[in-house]
């Protein structure tokens, strides 16, 4: 299982200002993909500071040749060495960390 680390800069989670929703928040943070990609995705664990979450914005990550894109999809994230093509099982992907941007209910 990969590993999620909350930025500190920004106090970790932060209220969405300005969208009439007082409860949603926002958590942006770092994930590094374990040494052994399970098929199906990594879990992107953010219970801890989201009740639910509602998007998840993948930044930049390092172009390597084994992913080429990332896609969160209902708590996981998942690798692709092209499009559609998920990367293979046991797949060490311990140098890949992307950043993110998480918007849920606090």
């Known amino acids: 299982m ?3 680390v909350k930025d500190t800069e920004s106090g970790a989670v932060s209220p969405v200002m300005g ?8 958590l942006s943070g770092s994930f590094t993909f374990s ?7 990594e879990a992107l664990d953010l ?3 989201l009740k ?6 993948i930044g930049s990550f390092p172009v390597i040749a084994t992913v080429a894109s990332v ?4 708590g996981m994230l998942l690798a692709y060495v092209a499009a559609g093509t998920e990367v293979a099982a046991t ?4 140098t890949v960390v992307i950043e993110y941007i998480a918007i849920g209910l606090a």
């Open 71 to 74: 896609k969160y999809d209902d």
């Open 47 to 49: 219970s801890n500071e």
């Open 52 to 57: 639910s979450v509602d998007r998840v914005i």
């Open 19 to 26: 969208c009439g929703i007082d409860n949603k928040k926002i």
């Open 91 to 94: 797949t060490d992907l311990s």
């Open 2 to 4: 990969g590993t999620a």
């Open 35 to 41: 040494s052994s990609y399970a098929t199906g995705g």
